[in-house]
């Protein structure tokens, strides 16, 4: 390992974590059965997780544990349970994604080393800030930065004494990680669980400029970057591919160690990826790390392209020379299954043997002798053994009591109780302390850290706040502020994402408009999140809701009360809390993406607020990418920020498996796909009366398929109407057709 470098490769089972240890990585990121975004991956049992761990550091290489996922309330306990096993392991970080999580390892956990994952894409100063105070010691940057974005934001952790992760080779989401809800949606199947169905490789109808996989992007490749990534001060170098096999674990991870020790320790960059393409690829790209967001990123095809490109670079002009391509392609392939196969098969990550003697002998203290790999360890009783005629020390009981030493490193190999004597008495606690002190050793001579119980979390003496719910209302266009006028109802405004282009605009319209509050995109990247700091700063809102961290860690600085927006992601008091007592949150908005079950055991701190979106078009993801090129076209080769600040279109795309999205683009946002119906869910007001202060109906003007029979003015009266109770439900689904509850219905 390099002092300016890690190499951090994926392990989604055994073989290739096997496989990227022998390659030279410096570290590898790998997850359990449970609570990792990779279910799909074959992972890790908890038994041979500590073999794996000792494998890699007689390598010099890290083990990471991908804990990556929203955590629901009713898990808390088991992954508390698996915490208090990992701290006395030797893994040496775990990787973190939910809010709740960060808090629990913060206040409980404290040894283990936190990074947080890409689901919370993080792609700003506020958002290191929000994290570092979470304890991470870093941060996996958004997939989507270029190369200037990315220096910034590294040298700004560094001087925040936090590192940057930077993926350089892999997949490549269509979507920003941790805002893409279309598996979610469409399945149930979500993406923040680690079980995204990949919706976007998918085949669709074939579009307007002749694509059948409209979302289908290139995979992501950094390799030329070396120099740059270097010069930006990026740490980590991380490979995606935790469901890759191990010969492809092995390739990758061995090209990329080739470059990065060629550049350490010659300055010279390596250039031939011959490599790269003989394993399993889209081709490549890596025009967001360029900034260059261009058409030629996508890619009409999911699979692997690696014939394809040997068959271009040998210029094939026949089948036959194709199929020989082919051929050649494939036993390559097979001779590095074979190489791999070779070079790991004497790694072993078995339990260490464990051999014990017991000697008792009247008048002298129990003696324990421990043969390791390591030598001989001797362990006495605090006092001596004495005759008895009962309780006395007999063969089944002392090996009952020996075979308890096993633990997750080591496995008891021969118990010797041929110096046990017969009839001898010591007390069972002096037993107990010898066992603990067995724990020890076994534990490399560090104490064991004792079990953590966590008290659930309190509910709120205020518990009627949410008898009388208000009802709010989210718009986006100036034409709507006549709403400010309606009774009972509180109007947030949508910033856009490219907020520093119109700022001045935005800060004239919040002044003049005091009663109307802003509402904080997910994304804001470079100058659009200094914008967004210098808007808080010149109109000092009374109240904002956001769903950027980092804007909400700029409103905790400034003293400015800020409500966690739907797209933070938060399904469990622990993120509640977490918000309150580290960020002075006010309330927080709970994730759509859970059910009526999943949402009943949530309690809310004392003077914390509760908001529930019950009508909105549904964002299934958001893409820096330009979603138009692939369906209806676009004139501009390239997405640019004038793209950003004036482009709005709109289209939709049908997948064979008949399922419809809208592609919707407004002034000042990025691309976006959205759901055909809107979500519509009135059964939530009396699902969970009591709990939400508040309901947020969006009235946007996003073109989706559902109609509204309604005027806006209108609309909002028959919502005030359900949130009392005077209609029945069916009255407003009457006026909106088709929606949709299926979230609510399926949850995670």
């Not at 993080?122 to 989507?144: D, P, V, W, Y």
């Not at 003015?713 to 439900?729: I, N, S, T, W």
């Amino acid at each position: 390992m390099s002092d300016q470098f890690e190499l951090l490769a994926p392990g989604g089972d055994l073989e290739s974590i096997k496989a990227a240890i022998i390659a030279g990585a410096d570290a590898v990121y790998c997850g359990l059965d449970n609570f990792n975004a990779r279910n799909r991956a074959t992972n890790l049992t908890f038994e041979n997780l500590s073999g794996v761990v000792r494998l890699a550091h007689q390598h010099q290489c890290k083990i990471f544990l991908t804990l990556n996922v929203i955590i629901l309330e009713s898990e808390v306990p088991a992954l508390v349970r698996l915490l208090n096993k990992l701290v006395n392991t030797d893994i040496d970080g775990v990787i973190v994604q939910d809010i709740g999580l960060f808090s629990i390892l913060k206040t409980h956990f404290p040894t283990l080393d936190v990074h947080a994952s890409t689901q919370l894409n993080t792609h700003n100063e506020g958002q290191i800030l929000f994290l570092k105070q979470l304890t991470a010691s870093r941060m996996n940057l958004s997939r989507e930065l270029n190369i200037d974005e990315i220096k910034h934001l590294a040298q700004f952790g560094h001087q925040h004494d936090v590192l940057m992760e930077v993926f350089v080779h892999g997949s490549y989401c269509i979507g920003f990680s941790g805002l893409c809800y279309i598996s979610s949606v469409r399945n149930g199947s979500s993406g923040n669980r680690g079980r995204c169905s990949q919706p976007c490789r998918e085949q669709y109808q074939t579009t307007e400029v002749g694509r059948d996989y409209p979302l289908n992007l290139k995979d992501n490749s950094a390799y030329s970057d070396m120099a740059a990534l270097a010069d930006a001060g990026v740490y980590s170098l991380k490979v995606e591919g935790r469901i890759k096999k191990s010969h492809y674990v092995y390739t990758v991870v061995d090209t990329w160690r080739k470059q990065i020790d060629s550049y350490c320790s010659k300055g010279e960059m390596l250039t031939d990826t011959s490599r790269l393409y003989t394993v399993f690829n889209r081709d490549f790209s890596n025009a967001f790390l360029k900034g260059d967001i261009n058409k030629s990123m996508f890619i009409d095809n999911p699979r692997d392209h690696a014939a394809t490109h040997f068959s271009n670079i040998y210029s094939c002009t026949s089948m036959d020379d194709v199929k020989a391509v082919k051929k050649k392609l494939y036993d390559t392939k097979t001779d590095i299954i074979q190489e791999v196969e070779r070079v790991t098969e004497d790694l072993c990550v078995e339990k260490l043997p464990l051999d014990v003697k017991v000697i008792a002998v009247e008048g002298q203290p129990l003696n324990v002798e421990l043969r390791t790999t390591q030598g001989l360890v001797e362990l006495k009783s605090a006092s001596s053994l004495v005759a008895a005629g009962k309780f006395t020390l007999d063969e089944e009981g002392v090996t009952k009591w020996v075979n308890s030493f096993a633990n997750a490193d080591y496995q008891v190999n021969e118990v010797d109780l041929s110096a046990l004597g017969s009839g001898l008495y010591i007390p069972y606690k002096e037993q107990t302390a010898i066992k603990e002190q067995v724990a020890v050793v076994l534990n490399g001579n560090k104490p064991l850290i004792a079990p953590v119980e966590l008290a659930k979390p309190l509910k709120a003496a205020n518990t009627d706040v949410g008898q009388n719910p208000h009802l709010y209302t989210l718009i986006s266009s100036q034409s709507d502020l006549s709403l400010l006028s309606e009774p009972d109802t509180t109007v947030y405004y949508q910033l856009p994402e490219a907020l520093a282009s119109d700022l001045p605009k935005l800060v004239a319209l919040f002044k003049e408009n005091a009663q109307l509050l802003p509402w904080f995109p997910a994304i804001l990247i470079g100058e659009n999140y200094e914008a967004a700091v210098t808007f808080l700063e010149q109109v000092k809102p009374s109240r904002i809701v956001t769903n950027n961290s980092g804007v909400g860690y700029a409103a905790y600085q400034l003293g400015i009360d800020w409500v966690a927006g739907p797209q933070m992601n938060i399904i469990n008091s622990y993120s509640l809390a977490c918000l309150k007592e580290e960020f002075n949150c006010v309330g927080a908005f709970v994730s759509n993406e859970i059910n009526k079950k999943q949402i009943k055991p949530l309690v809310k701190p004392d003077n914390f607020e509760l908001y529930y979106s019950i009508y909105h078009p549904i964002t299934l993801l958001t893409s820096r990418q330009c979603l138009f090129h692939q369906t209806v076209g676009c004139k501009k080769k390239r997405f640019d920020d004038k793209c950003l600040r004036k482009c709005d279109k709109s289209a939709s795309i049908l997948s064979l498996k008949h399922a419809s999205y809208v592609v919707d683009k407004q002034r000042g946002a990025h691309n976006a796909l959205y759901s055909q119906e809107n979500y519509l869910n009135v059964d939530v007001l009396n699902d969970h009366s009591g709990l939400f202060n508040g309901y947020m109906v969006d009235l946007r003007d996003i073109k989706t398929h559902t109609q509204i029979a309604l005027e806006k003015p209108q609309l909002l009266e028959a919502f005030r109407e359900q949130l009392k109770g005077d209609v029945a439900p069916a009255e407003i689904h009457a006026k909106l057709a088709p929606t949709t509850m299926a979230q609510y219905k399926k949850g995670l």
